[in-house]
């Protein structure tokens, strides 16, 4: 009988286990291996004042394919529910601003767009953009903050770009690659766009109809159980400390010291976990790993009383320098419809290079949440319930270079182990469901 391992039980590992269950047949054995108290791994889904609420993720980009595609396989097509429509604001320099239309997730196509949100020096320099010579290197992939910066000046990345950067990444413009958080707009420039400018207008998506964010009626956690019982597979309730090769292919020792024996392996831990169980089989892999860095952050979910006045919006994205502890606010019942007896909020917290998800206790961070709330909407009101979670080290921050890092990782490894992982390919579920298809096929094609 062919066996399988997947360390890790998050949103890639199931993946990549039920995808490996529908190309090798119900014969061969596959385990999961993680210590957590459920499968799931940053997808989590908890009560909170009676009402289901995602605490990890809670959304996906219904415009990409893998999440329907996979829903559909396993007919929850009709569990798919659609954001309200809601727009998020901004907070920059102490109040509220309407988010910007007709940019590039904040780069901006015209210069009036930023009106009211950087000051008119900042609108001439835009406007006169396409005047000024542009250099740029096809294939070049320089941060964030270097590149809009340089072309656009500072205001416009702390204000507009930065405040959507650090919600997907808990990063920085300037830890961020520009390949990374836009592609297309990278892929315009190698073609010969003139000025950035340029390069942003023609990588604007086309206006299509329909919500762009999708979730799931109960939550992530009604994916989580089809694939896992779709996958028929085993969970072992312990972490993996050692993977060693044997006569047979893999021998993984958990930390219960117990031995697990495999024809193939699925790596589906952050990329600190994969340096360290690759480093003496796959050194370059490990040296590439290591060179991924990472982010640790916290959420407060909280129930408020129902009739508490907060804005028709789908949240607030938090400008760099604020007087604010929280990144980002999401009223999750403005931004899904949800109507009941409470108003569901979340607070995120944590950017790379700080370590408050690490250091401030709950207690802390929920008097925080509280006078966030305060200062941004005016309101002070005692929640009816909360909830505080962490995401330790589980933000990998997409540097400038970082797809030449990961295809070095890739090509490292022994043919019978692969990887799985938000570090990869894309942060978000999308990328992780095809992160983990793309470690089952390589698996099953030997």
């Known amino acids: 009988m062919t066996s ?5 039980g998050g949103i890639s590992g199931l993946t990549a286990a039920y995808r490996l269950r529908v190309s090798v047949g119900p014969d061969a054995r596959i385990t999961i291996f993680d210590p957590a108290d459920r499968l799931g791994g940053v997808l989590r889904t908890e009560q909170v004042g009676g009402m289901t609420m995602d605490l990890g993720a809670e959304a996906f980009i219904t415009r990409r394919p893998e999440v329907p595609a996979l829903l559909g396989e396993l007919g929850l097509t009709g569990r798919q529910v659609a954001s ?9 320099q102490g ?19 930023m009106a009211g949100l950087v000051d008119d020096a900042t609108v001439a320099r835009i406007a006169d953009e396409p005047r000024r010579p542009l250099t740029w290197r096809p294939g070049a992939d320089p941060s964030v903050a270097e590149l809009i910066g340089d ?23 300037a830890t961020i690659g520009v390949r990374a958080a836009f592609p297309t707009l990278a892929a315009a420039l190698d073609r010969g766009a003139r000025s950035l400018t340029e390069a942003v207008r023609a990588a604007l998506p086309q206006p299509q109809p329909g919500p762009i964010f999708g979730a799931l009626d109960g939550g992530y956690a009604v994916l989580v159980d089809e694939l896992a019982r779709r996958a028929g597979l085993h969970w072992a309730q312990v972490g993996i400390e050692r993977v060693t090769r044997d006569r047979h292919g893999w021998d993984l020792v958990d930390d219960e010291g117990v031995h697990w024996s495999a024809d193939a392996v699925v790596l589906a831990v952050p990329a600190p976990r994969l340096a360290r169980l690759v480093d003496h089989l796959a050194p370059r892999s490990a040296a590439a790993a290591r060179r991924i860095p990472v982010a640790s952050t916290a959420l407060v979910a909280l129930a408020l009383p129902g009739g508490t006045p907060l804005p028709d919006q789908s949240g607030v994205l938090v400008a760099s320098g604020e007087q604010l502890h929280t990144k980002a606010i999401t009223l999750t019942s403005r931004k899904w419809g949800r109507r009941g007896n409470v108003e569901l909020v979340r607070l995120s917290y944590g950017r790379f290079g700080d370590n408050l998800a690490r250091s401030v206790g709950d207690d802390d961070l929920l008097n925080q949440s509280l006078a966030d709330l305060q200062q941004v909407f005016g309101i002070g009101v005692d929640p009816v319930d909360y909830r505080v979670q962490r995401w330790i080290e589980a933000m990998p921050q997409y540097g400038p270079g970082h797809a030449d890092l990961v295809a070095e990782l890739r090509a490292g ?18 990328a992780c469901v095809g992160s983990g298809t793309k470690a089952a096929a390589r698996l099953v094609a030997g």
């Open 95 to 113: 109040r509220l601003h309407p988010l910007p239309t007709g940019t590039l997730q904040g780069v901006p196509a015209r210069a009036e767009s």
């Open 151 to 173: 072309r656009f000046g500072s205001q416009v990345v702390t204000r507009s770009v930065e405040p959507l950067l650090t919600g997907v990444y808990a990063g920085s413009a």
């Open 84 to 92: 309200a429509g809601a727009r998020p604001l901004l907070y920059s």
């Open 4 to 8: 399988y391992c997947v360390v890790g």
């Open 413 to 430: 490894l022994p043919p019978t182990v692969a990887v799985a992982g938000g570090y990869l390919d894309g942060i978000g579920v999308p």
